[in-house]
């Protein structure tokens, strides 16, 4: 789908990916979006995000090609949450979208996305009627949609993706959060209600694989875990409360089956369980706690959330 071609109200579109092991298919993103976008004003911010590929290479290319496309070299890998915000400190837009840089999103029906900012919902989120990730990366995305749901309050039939567009004035309340661990979600959920969703098809991956680690979406789940909540905080107390409780009343059972000649000698193995379970719990909620107060000291310290090594082009759109 093309954006319509009436050119009454000039505005400038911007498109904002990050790129990680991307050489092979950022540029045929950028030509998609080139063919798309040729009756509207438009940028393209890359990020490149430390890839150990030729990946800025090619967006170096692209930008001596293109005058409208920006390209930033981080110093070293930040993620991918990170990588956005770089891209949005440095777009012009009055529309920014975001994607990602596979071809996985299809950026010819960023028109669907584009037509619902400009009915005036302040963000629009793709929604794919299937998935084409792998069985793993299924599963992070419905964990990842299953935290925002419960600690961001996130509706319960809006769809989180990857692919979205919002208004400027979000992108500016976005990059007033300073503090290392950005987590893109929970920054757009907080600065607006007014979110709504787009069906567009998701395709198969071509080139390569996905470059979200069984670790890395450990660390996506715990920054979204603690960045915008204290519910973790209020679970492990309701946890607590709840552990408490049930020793208070096997206590309770013991005294009552040993005055009544009914006494049940627990054994070895069953007070090793009871205490590894007891203190496997206390580990987790000394943990939590010290992520917490380490997110606390880190971003005292002013840890950034990411450097920039080099900016090609200033990303004025023709």
Known sequence: MKVSKRKKVKRLISFVIPCYKSALTIRQVVDEIKGTMENEEFEIVLINDASPDNTFDVIR???VENVNVIGINLNENFGQHAALMAGFHHVNGDIV???DDDGQTPANEAGKLITAILQGHDAVYARYEKKRHSRFRNFGS??????????????????????FAVKRFIVDEMIKYENPYPYVIGLLLRSTKDIVNVDVCHREREVGKSGYTFGKLIMLWLN????????????ATATGFVVAIAGFVYGIVTIIRKLLGLNYILGFSGLMSVLLFLGGLNLIMLGLIGEYI???YIS??????FIIRE???DGKGK
């Open 61 to 63: 290319e692209l930008c």
């Open 97 to 99: 979208v975001c994607l």
């Open 142 to 163: 419905y964990i990842n949609e299953l935290m925002a749901r419960i600690l961001l309050e996130k509706p319960k039939d809006l769809y989180i993706s990857s692919y």
């Open 224 to 235: 979204g875990f603690t960045a915008f909540s204290v519910k973790p905080l209020r679970i």
């Open 294 to 296: 380490g997110r606390i």
């Open 300 to 305: 005292l310290n002013k840890s950034p959330q």
């Open 311 to 313: 900016i090609l082009n």
